[in-house]
């Protein structure tokens, strides 16, 4: 029991130093990625010294002339530690991928790929600001830098867009969604809606009207709207209970999109949430107020009183007294449009331009310092973090997958709970891709107890729709099919009593079949017998070959009277509908009082004994072929199931191929990179941009470099062990001052708690010195082994002399 604590100790000091080492390692790579950036990253031009001044004066002025407003964010600090203007940081980008050219495809990609980062604290601006290709690669950003990379995306798309500083709710500020609705609710709403409304036709006949009372309908409509309006009150008294009052609204800070109505068509300005990707009216109630907005070609102050929110504001840039521009005569995208018309009219016209050349130019926004933002296909299929997402919105779960990153399939699913809390399952809805099943949809209704599965057209049996319902006796099954399949068939319902099919485009007109069963017990239908029918219904469209009064439009085959009862269609100006029944009695001859005719037309013949006996004989080969497809249909429903369960049980991708190619093109990038990544050469070469035929000076500046960059890696790493062991010691030290000037106040658990510190400590700082000690022996050895690596090189061994001097480390 005694050795536990040293035990522990040891297990907290070994966590510690993997811990550490994983953050030596992630500092070396950042660092080594810092390195790697272009040197706009890490200097500032004299065109970007020069706006850097005039935004510092520019700040000076605001905050003379509004000092109750917060300071503006004009020169946060980037990657690299350096300021640079926030305009600058917009790079328009012009892209490739098609859904990536529309606003909403950039708004769900930039919403969908980036983790946000709140603000901390969430009322204060942010310090860094960093580049759209930096928080491509980090996966992660604050609401500051998802605007500038969905409006740089905007911008290179021809939209006018800017980056909107300024308020917000704290729902949008913190990407809290729990209190809406989920957009995918939404839209099956609309599509059921849109289902349910047939176009109307001008040129059908109108039906009767109906005499209403007026203040009957307006009491009705009255009543509709109060209990409308208190299901909405109800709605927003949980949703108030739930939602604490947030005693910093109007005070924190958000960053958003804003698109102009002047380009792509845009007919209304709106701004858009770079958080969600959805749209918003510019006098929604989710923002709170603006302070500032920006582009790539200018910077502009709000002028306008926002304690009303953002519904009445103006935002044309072009009037001075509603915003303030940081650079005066700076060109706006609707001047360089409009200068752009002006030019290509004077080059028509063949005018001079001295005027324009005689005219003091204005000092116009810098170029971007940012590198050229690329979205790669890997980066299109991968678009969340890790592959997943999870959005919770009010009473509603929605997860999204990336493509491949399911073995089953699978891409989304919707769960939709009964209570706000979210803990009772209501619905399970997924959506699958590729799967060889052809499945691509299921939902599984927990409150009604059904499940339905739909499927692309591709299956052996063109099944569209299968949906399973349990009942207290046996289940349902109901199944829907194209119109591909060779007898019809597009709609069969399944039960314990009864089979209804729906057919469509037979050669025989039939279009409904109705079979019921005959009652049987619970251990009958468990078994796998044939269920006898009680009585078939088939009705038939109109065949305009025949005349209608010999055209069958219903037939009847009831089993357990051993009838036949037969309905033709109706006849043109009559009202009646012409009958006959057969009885099939096999114990007994035929005869014709065995068949009861109701023929409407007097003026018709009877038909005789023997065209009643041949159609007596063939109602017989029909109710045969009749059963024998029922018991098909039966079999084929139970094959069905049958498929379903083993697909369920071993599910495979369409896909196969595709997907290897896809994996083994995967692994080889992979090993690639990692051959990159080991390889220190590949960095310098691409610096140079000779990765082949390198010349002997160009060989021995390399080596020198890497020999240098691995000398400063040893040293940088004894350096952050030494400064370990330094600041150990110094708390140990500092904890026995401590213990000497307080020993005579403490008391017995003070003590121990003492004596186990400074055991832990002495044993952690024997630790950290003995890896000092052993890692000064090994990297003259690594050194060395480095140098002669080099040596070996193919790239650099033709140019390097047989024997390199070796430096060694302080």
């Known amino acids: 029991m005694a050795a536990a604590p040293g035990l522990d100790s040891k297990v907290e000091i070994r966590n510690e130093e993997i811990q550490q080492s994983k953050e030596e390692e992630e500092a070396s790579t950042e660092l080594t990625e810092l390195q790697l950036l272009p040197e706009s990253y890490r200097i500032n031009s004299i065109s970007e010294i020069r706006l850097l001044a005039i935004a510092d004066n520019f700040q ?12 503006l964010l004009l020169c946060p600090v980037n ?9 600058t940081t917009v790079r328009p980008t012009t892209m490739v991928p098609p859904e990536l050219l529309t606003w909403q495809g950039c708004a769900l990609f930039v919403a969908n790929f980036l983790t946000l980062e709140p603000l901390e604290p969430p ?13 491509l690669k980090r996966q992660r950003a604050t609401c500051f830098e998802f605007a500038t990379l969905l409006c740089s995306l905007l911008l290179g798309s021809n939209y006018d867009a800017y980056c909107v500083s300024g308020y917000a709710i704290k729902e949008m500020c913190l990407l809290d969604q729990s209190l809406q609705e989920c957009p995918l609710l939404d839209t099956e709403a609309k599509s059921v809606i849109s289902e349910q409304q047939q176009p109307k036709n001008k040129y059908t006949v109108k039906s009767l009207r109906e005499l209403e009372s007026r203040f009957l309908t307006q009491q009705a409509k009255k009543k509709q709207e109060a209990e409308v309006a208190l299901l909405q009150k109800q709605k927003l008294q949980e949703e108030s209970e739930l939602r604490p009052a947030d005693h910093l609204r109007g005070l924190r800070v958000h960053c958003w999109v804003l698109v102009l109505a002047r380009s792509r068509r845009v007919k209304e300005n709106f701004f858009i949430d770079p958080l969600t990707g959805n749209s918003y009216a510019t006098d929604s109630d989710s923002f709170l107020g603006i302070e500032s907005m920006w582009n790539n070609l200018n910077y502009y102050v709000n002028m306008q009183d926002c304690s009303n929110g953002c519904a009445e504001m103006v935002y044309d840039v072009e009037d001075l007294k509603m915003w303030e521009p940081m650079l005066y005569g700076a060109t706006s995208k609707k001047e360089l449009i409009l200068t752009v018309q002006k030019k290509q009219e004077r080059s028509l016209m063949s005018k001079s331009t001295n005027e324009e050349e005689g005219q003091p ?5 810098p170029r971007s310092w940012v590198s050229y933002i690329s979205i790669s296909d890997k980066d299109m299929e991968n678009r969340w973090p890790g592959g997943k997402t999870v959005i919770r919105y009010r009473k509603s779960k929605l997860e999204r997958f990336a493509p491949g990153l399911s073995s089953v399939g699978l891409i989304t699913r919707l769960t939709t709970y009964k209570d706000l809390e979210c803990t009772e399952v209501a619905l399970v809805k997924e959506w699958y891709q590729d799967r060889k099943d052809h499945l691509e949809e299921r939902e599984v209704n927990k409150v009604d107890n059904f499940m339905t599965e739909c499927f692309k057209c591709k299956t052996t049996v063109n099944l569209l729709l299968l949906r399973c319902r349990s009942l207290t006796a046996g289940t349902e099954q109901e199944m829907e099919f194209s119109n591909a399949r060779s007898d019809g068939l597009v709609r069969r319902k399944l039960t314990p009593h009864e089979m209804i099919e729906t057919f469509e485009g037979r050669s025989d007109f039939l279009y409904y079949r109705h079979v019921f069963f005959s009652q049987l017990d619970h251990v009958q239908l468990c078994n796998d017998q044939p269920l006898p029918i009680d009585r078939v219904v088939e009705r038939f469209h109109r065949n305009k070959s025949k005349p209608a009064n010999n055209d069958v439009a219903k037939r009847i085959f009831l089993v357990a009277q051993q009838q036949i009862e037969l309905t033709y269609h109706l006849m043109d100006y009559r009202f009646s509908l012409s009958r006959r029944t057969f009885n099939i009695s096999t114990s007994q001859k035929f005869k014709a009082d065995m068949v009861c005719t109701f023929q409407v037309d007097l003026s018709e013949m009877p038909l005789g004994t023997l065209a009643l006996f041949d159609m007596l004989v063939a109602l017989k080969t029909h109710k045969e072929n009749v059963a024998e497809q029922i018991g098909k249909s039966v079999e084929e429903v139970k094959h069905i199931l049958a498929c379903r369960k083993q697909d369920e049980k071993n599910i495979e991708l369409q896909t196969i191929t595709a997907q290897g190619n896809s994996q083994k093109q995967k692994m080889e990038d992979e090993k690639q ?8 050469l590949t960095s310098l070469l691409i610096q140079l941009g000779k990765e082949e035929d390198l010349s002997p000076k160009d060989a021995k500046k390399i080596y020198q470099d890497c020999l240098a960059e691995m000398r400063n890696r040893l040293q940088m790493k004894a350096n952050l062990i030494q400064k370990c062991y330094e600041e150990e010691t ?16 403490l008391s017995e658990q003070e003590k121990d708690n003492y004596q186990t510190y400074c055991f832990e400590k002495t044993l952690q700082i024997s630790v950290i010195q003995k890896r000092l000690s052993k890692w000064k022996e090994t990297a003259n050895e690594k050194y060395t082994a480095f140098d002669q690596m080099l040596q070996k090189d193919p790239r650099l061994a033709p140019h390097l002399h047989s024997s390199s001097k070796h430096l060694s480390l302080c």
């Open 60 to 71: 000076h002025q605001y905050s003379h002339l509004f000092p109750d407003r917060k300071l």
């Open 79 to 87: 990657e690299c530690g350096v300021k640079k203007f926030v305009s």
């Open 123 to 135: 009322v204060h601006l942010p310090r860094h600001l960093f580049s759209s290709t930096t928080v």
């Open 361 to 365: 130019r204005v000092f116009e926004m």
């Open 673 to 680: 990179l990692q051959e990159q990544k080991k390889d220190i």
């Open 730 to 745: 110094q708390r140990l030290q500092t904890k026995q001052q401590w213990y000497q000037k307080s020993q005579l106040h």
